[in-house]
């Protein structure tokens, strides 16, 4: 196994967005409750 010099994000990061897509990790279902943020999260 050989490591490349300098990192190549193209290749790595197309395998993974692929990934991500093929199994729908940027899905989301609607609901009815009422939508909320955190700005500051609890420790």
Same mark, same amino acid.
């Given at each position: 196994?050989?490591?490349?010099?300098? #990192?190549?994000?193209?290749?790595?990061?197309?395998?993974?967005?692929? #990934?991500?897509?093929?199994?729908?990790?940027?899905?989301?279902?609607?609901?009815?409750?009422?939508?909320?943020?955190?700005?500051?999260?609890?420790?």
């Amino acid at each position: 196994m050989s490591l490349a010099i300098k #990192y190549n994000p193209k290749d790595i990061e197309n395998k993974w967005y692929d #990934y991500w897509m093929k199994n729908n990790y940027f899905h989301s279902t609607p609901n009815d409750k009422e939508p909320y943020t955190i700005v500051i999260p609890p420790p």
